[in-house]
């Protein structure tokens, strides 16, 4: 069953989910924090960006199930490895709703 977070993430980010057959909403929103990570160390902010678009305009039009999901596979994961030193940098890619939810993630962890 393809869920909205599915749908989306198919339609805008083709090339993230073409690899991902059947797959579980949550495993896809963990699949692309770990990308995110991996894209933040590696500098590349451009990939990160787009993804983080299509997951804020997710979770801005969002039910709680869809919110609760991403708060708790996608940003709850990037904030396992944030660090002092780089969370202002990360910040800035972060819209305002998405950045509050991510601000409250790292607070409550």
Not at 38 to 67: P, R
Not at 73 to 94: D, Q, R, Y
Request: aromatic share 10%; net charge negative.
């Amino acid at each position: 069953m393809q869920t909205k977070i599915i749908k989306t993430v198919k339609e805008w980010l083709p090339w993230f989910s073409d690899n991902e057959a059947e797959i579980s909403e949550y495993e896809l929103l963990n699949n692309m924090a770990n990308f995110c990570r991996q894209q933040m160390e590696a500098g590349e902010i451009d990939k990160v960006g787009q993804v983080i678009k299509i997951v804020n305009l997710i979770y801005s039009n969002g039910t709680l199930h869809e919110k609760n999901a991403i708060e708790n596979e996608f940003l709850e994961v990037l904030a396992l490895f944030e660090a002092p030193a780089s969370l202002k940098s990360h910040l800035h890619i972060f819209p305002v709703k998405l950045k509050e939810a991510y601000l409250k993630t790292i607070l409550e962890n």
